[in-house]
């Protein structure tokens, strides 16, 4: 064994014996670094609930899930409480200051499922979000599923907490924060309905320092924020920006738009199987009907 080999099998060694390590290393996947500003280890984020009958026990789960790191084994720091408030958007779900809007509406058959938006400042503190699930699509046979969106709402919102992917490949890492599909076969599969421990555990990371400010609002948010220059239609895909990464098989993109008041807004894409599947390198923007 050359000497070069013998330093790799001790370091696998040494990695397989300290689990904890391989654990801490598996968990990479924030957004950009992005994260809301605070100056406590813990805080809670307010959900604006703007989301129709059907959809209130998604969100409530939701909540209720990322709110409960115990279920997946994690004992570690909990930095993000989530909370349901009143929504203080509409069906377009402008965004309101210091909080994530949720939102539900038929927002076409333009080929996304869900998207989410964040606010950014200062180059990696949020300052607000949205979270919207379509209907045009949900009301469909394939994705009219309480598995599949609770998958999507699941994973909206958390994108606003500052998590991106565990995995775009399709596979199930049984997280939300996949793009495994829980429709046709799987309909039925709760697989990737819920976070998982390494989403915890990426939460711990993202927010282990403190900041010096917070752009978590402390009072219930009541009218949307009066930021003409960043309030536009962001479910209009024109409004996204430069689409800055796609997923390899074409499911899951991210956009971004710099605004006049100086702010970049970001913009996470979950695209349906059928618009991914048409063309999986094309901006599905511009690669015809859906
Ligand atoms: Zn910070
Ligand atoms: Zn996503």
Redesign the pocket.
Known sequence: MTRLKQGWALSAGVVLALGVFVNVASATHSWGGY?W?RTTPQFTLKLGNNVSSGWQVYLSKASSDWNSPQATGWTGAQPLLTSIVAGASNRRCSMVSGTTQVCDSNYGYNGWLGLASINIING??ITQGSAKMNNSYFNLGTYNNPNEKQHVMCQEIAHTFGLDHQSTDGTSQNTCMDYYSNTGANAENPASTTPNYHDFEELAIIYA?L?SSSTVSSSPATKPSPNADVDVNDDDPNSWGMLVSQSNGGRSSSYERFNRDGSKTVTHVYWTLEAAAKCPSCDHRYDGGH
């Open positions: 994260h500003a990696q503190h320092h900041d």
